[in-house]
C-alpha cells in the first residue's frame, strides 16, 4: 500500500486492506467527535474501562493484533492518548473486530 508521503508499507495478507481503511477513518471520525465534545460523549469511560481491564488479553488474541499492526503501520504511530484508545474502541466495536 502507499502512503500519502510515498513509503509503501505491507500489511498482512490475512486482512483486507479495505476494511483497514474504513476502521481507520472510522477511527478518524470518532476522534474528531469525542475532541469537539470535549470526551464528553456516551461510552467514553466505558469504552476506556474495557481496553485497561481487558487489554492484555486483546494483546494475546491473534486476530486482535493483527488489526492492531495494520491499524498502527497505516497511522504511522501508536494508540496512546485516552481519546486515541476510546475512538479506537470504537472504531473496532463498529466493525466487528471486537465482539461481546
Do not use: P, W
Not at 27 to 32: A, D, E
Not at 80 to 99: H, K, N, P
Request: aromatic share 16%; net charge negative; with cysteine.
Amino acid at each position: 500500500m502507499l502512503l500519502s508521503n510515498g513509503d509503501i508499507i505491507t500489511i498482512n495478507e490475512d486482512i483486507n486492506i479495505f476494511d483497514i481503511k474504513k476502521i481507520y477513518e472510522s477511527y478518524q471520525n470518532n476522534y474528531g467527535f469525542l475532541y469537539e465534545h470535549d470526551d464528553n460523549v456516551a461510552g467514553y469511560r466505558e469504552a476506556l474501562e474495557f481496553y485497561e481491564n481487558e487489554h492484555e488479553a486483546l494483546f494475546h488474541d491473534e486476530n486482535f493484533k493483527k488489526y492492531m499492526f495494520a491499524l498502527c503501520t497505516l497511522k504511522q504511530d501508536g494508540f496512546t492518548s485516552d481519546r486515541e484508545i476510546v475512538a479506537l474502541m470504537f472504531a473496532l466495536s463498529d466493525y466487528g473486530v471486537l465482539q461481546d
